[in-house]
């Protein structure tokens, strides 16, 4: 049950096709003039789709929401997903090495993120993202302003990129390609990184390594610092540090006199450099992390500390 944030599967069935519904039609006439898109073609497209019930269910219940550290964790650092990425990382050694001169950002991190969107290529989605969007743009309220706008993302995208809009398949929320850029990232930060005048990140593995490590420079990556650290000791007063934003907002000062230190955390303290303390639940217990704007580019990738963390701990495994 989808508990209020959206229709259930027995109301969706009832639904009309989206062509068909007048919030649709008028919202089909701001996007056609907005993006000088063919009002009758996407009068013809949006009659073919209908709401799905499981796009619904999977956005209600994301395992960032709904998961501890310690559970999280135990789905992406397994041996076969480590030995997989080692070997992601040696076949395309040079596309990696390629992206790290340009940007700045570790081949491992970046294998990393693939490897956790969509463990190197193998699960890269079974929605139609046109299906997925429209049913998050027009029945889903908690977030229908930003899929209406990734929806119009999409139709203008799939056009430029002379893509079939109906064969596109991603995530249930989405995200498309190996890397599971949403529309609007694809536009803004996708780069033909084979140098063949397309952004492919379907098939092009040296487009979607630079496009990746591009994302997170674009979004405050530093070169040849430090990411995160682990809290082992005098972690007393590491609770009240502790934030609810994900954005680094602590005084490195401050966390140097509740009782941690390292050279990374002295050099944040020269520079001025807020950091983050954040509290997971591991396998045995509490554990302490103290993040730098590194982590916080991570987070942009997608808005969860779990997510950072695991991209962080699958690169380490796999340097």
Do not use: C
């Amino acid at each position: 049950m989808i508990v209020l944030l959206a229709m259930s599967g027995a109301a969706l069935a009832e639904e009309p096709r989206y062509g068909e519904r007048a919030d649709v039609q008028a919202w089909m006439d701001a996007v056609a003039a907005e993006r000088s898109l063919d009002r009758d073609e996407l009068q013809r497209l949006m009659d073919g789709v209908s709401p799905n019930a499981d796009v619904l269910e999977l956005i209600a219940r994301p395992a960032e929401k709904r998961l501890e550290w310690r559970d999280y964790r135990a789905i992406f650092m397994t041996e076969d997903r480590i030995a997989a990425g080692r070997l992601f990382l040696d076949r395309y050694a040079a596309e990696f090495a390629s992206a790290e001169r340009r940007y700045g950002v570790p081949g491992q991190i970046v294998a990393a993120i693939i490897g956790v969107e969509t463990y190197y290529g193998r699960i890269t989605g079974r929605f139609a993202v046109l299906d997925a969007l429209s049913t998050l743009a027009f029945d889903y309220p908690p977030r229908s302003d930003f899929f209406r706008a990734e929806l119009g993302e999409f139709l203008g995208l799939s056009r430029r990129e002379g893509w079939d809009r109906q064969a596109i398949l991603g995530s249930y929320a989405g995200a498309m390609g190996l890397p599971q850029f949403i529309s609007s990232s694809y536009r803004a930060y996708a780069v033909d990184g084979d140098g063949d005048g397309e952004r492919d990140l379907f098939d092009s593995p040296a487009d979607v390594i630079a496009s990746v490590a591009n994302y997170l420079a674009e979004h405050g990556w530093r070169r040849n610092r430090a990411v995160a650290e682990r809290w082992w000791q005098g972690t007393e007063g590491a609770g009240a540090l502790v934030r609810e934003s994900l954005r680094p907002s602590i005084e490195a000062a401050a966390v140097r006199e509740a009782g941690f230190d390292s050279p990374a955390l002295r050099r944040a303290t020269e520079t001025g450099e807020p950091v983050s303390v954040m509290r997971f639940v591991g396998e045995t217990g509490e554990e302490w992390v103290v993040g730098y704007k590194n982590f916080y580019a991570i987070t942009r990738y997608n808005h969860s500390r779990l997510y950072a963390r695991a991209v962080v701990q699958l690169a380490f495994a796999l340097d």
